[in-house]
T-cell receptor, first 113, second 110 residues
Framework: DTAVSQTPKYLVTQMGNDKSIKCEQN?????MYWYKQDSKKFLKIMFS???????INETVPNRFSPKSPDKAHLNLHINSLELGDSAVYFC????????????FGSGTRLTVV | GENVEQHPSTLSVQEGDSAVIKCTYS??????FPWYKQELGKRPQLIID?????GEKKDQRIAVTLNKTAKHFSLHITETQPEDSAVYFC?????????FGTGTRLKVLA
């Protein structure tokens, strides 16, 4: 039973398209995150939600819009995709704002062509 | 702003030898220091963590040490095995926000 699940696992799309990535956790955690991992493996925070409320919003283009319908779900919508958006996007959760250890999802490899 | 430096960026060791990865942070407000292991094509996974009220923590072949005065912490892996080969990330957590190090690619040579 997967603790943090992301869909899709792979996403190949053309520049200018709009796409969404979904994340769900069944751990009962209060806090969820989106991270971007680039080709050099740097892990960079994008957003954090605590119990459906946005608490961290890093310097991310406003083409990226997170949505948390409930504390078990955090989705990421990306408008007008650009080549530089190609990366692996990881969802993660932690039991509370913490700090606490993260449980990561399996990642979504986004390739913009 | 907060910065976490991680060294070395790559590390090759012979199977059975020890490996040490070091991280230095700048914000003294950090009080939680986790380490993650990421195998090729997989998700990062928490392998060990330490809070600032403790100087050392051990779990079988892995241990973490923390020097709050010097603002550095280290991951120690003893008796390395090929399955230890992965990228390892440290993190510091000022104001409950994670700042990850840049990662260390560990290769254990059989």
């Amino acid at each position: 039973d997967t603790a943090v699940s992301q869909t899709p696992k792979y996403l190949v799309t053309q520049m200018g398209n709009d796409k969404s990535i979904k994340c769900e956790q069944n751990l009962g955690h209060d806090t969820m995150y989106w991270y971007k991992q680039d080709s050099k493996k740097f892990l960079k925070i994008m957003f954090s939600y605590n119990n459906k409320e946005l608490i961290i919003n890093e310097t991310v283009p406003n083409r990226f819009s997170p949505k948390s319908p409930d504390k078990a779900h955090l989705n990421l919508h990306i408008n007008s995709l650009e080549l530089g958006d190609s990366a692996v996007y990881f969802c993660a959760s932690s039991q509370a704002q913490g700090p606490y250890g993260y449980t990561f999802g399996s990642g979504t490899r986004l390739t913009v062509v | 702003g907060e910065n976490v430096e991680q060294h070395p960026s790559t590390l090759s060791v012979q199977e059975g030898d020890s490996a040490v990865i070091k991280c230095t942070y700048s914000d003294s407000a950090s009080n939680y220091f986790p380490w993650y292991k990421q195998e090729l094509g997989k998700r990062p996974q928490l392998i060990i963590d330490i809070r600032s009220n403790v100087g050392e923590k051990k779990d079988q072949r892995i241990a973490v040490t923390l020097n709050k005065t010097a603002k550095h912490f280290s991951l120690h892996i003893t008796e390395t095995q090929p399955e230890d080969s992965a990228v390892y990330f440290c993190a510091a957590t000022p104001l409950a926000k994670y700042i990850f190090g840049t990662g260390t690619r560990l290769k254990v040579l059989a």
